[in-house]
């Protein structure tokens, strides 16, 4: 008889495609060039790369995280969300790309808006897999469809900023970011200790 596809190896497959990702963008930053200009200088005229990659560090593991809340509530997948999967991990592959973009060409109208659409992809494409996810599962997605619509609000006027004030693109970014650094309510009314049902030391 067929096995049910069980989620264990897309997991473990998105979680390597996650690490080299994040493991490609720290290979951009390179140790300042010092021979002409000063330490701090050098640090200075580097420090733009650093930010950004920070954001993008972040978000990428932004999607970490919250890609495992999102798999906790299955336990079979599917056609469709394994190639939904796929698609989301092929979009977050696009972010060292803009990443790089950012620290060749510098804070400009172009490459910030090229750096926001490797974000908008992603976020996309994880509307896309959370409900498949939940039309499997019948249950909500931790991260609540609000905060998803809120994010492909920002991210979409982020495009049209940039060509006005880039930095004030990738501060919108950067608040997409920080609310979802907020873990859901969910998440946490899961995860809260609760010392009356804590084991005791003498039942161990």
């Not at 994880?126 to 998803?148: D, H």
């Amino acid at each position: 008889m067929p096995r049910a596809l069980n989620s264990s190896r897309l997991e473990a497959f998105s979680d390597g495609v996650i690490a080299v990702i994040i493991t490609i963008m720290v290979l951009d930053l390179r140790v300042p060039a010092t021979r002409e200009l000063g330490d701090w200088a050098a640090v200075r005229m580097d420090l733009r790369l650093i930010l950004v990659y920070l954001l993008s560090f972040v978000q990428t593991g932004i999607y970490w995280v919250n890609h495992h809340y999102l798999l906790d509530d299955v336990e079979q997948v599917t056609h469709g969300i394994l190639w939904s999967n796929l698609l989301l991990l092929f979009c977050l592959s696009l972010i060292p790309f803009g990443t790089e973009w950012i620290a060749v060409r510098g804070v400009e109208p172009v490459p910030v808006v090229v750096y926001v659409l490797c974000f908008l992809a992603p976020a996309t494409a994880w509307a896309i897999l959370s409900n498949s996810i939940c039309s499997r599962t019948g249950v909500r997605p931790a991260a609540s469809f609000g905060k998803q619509i809120f994010s492909l609000t920002l991210n979409l006027g982020a495009i049209a900023v940039a060509f006005v004030s880039p930095w004030g693109a990738l501060g919108m970014i950067a608040i997409v970011a920080f609310a979802w650094l907020l873990p859901p309510r969910r998440i946490v009314e899961m995860t809260r200790h609760d010392p009356a049902s804590a084991p005791s030391a003498d039942s161990r």
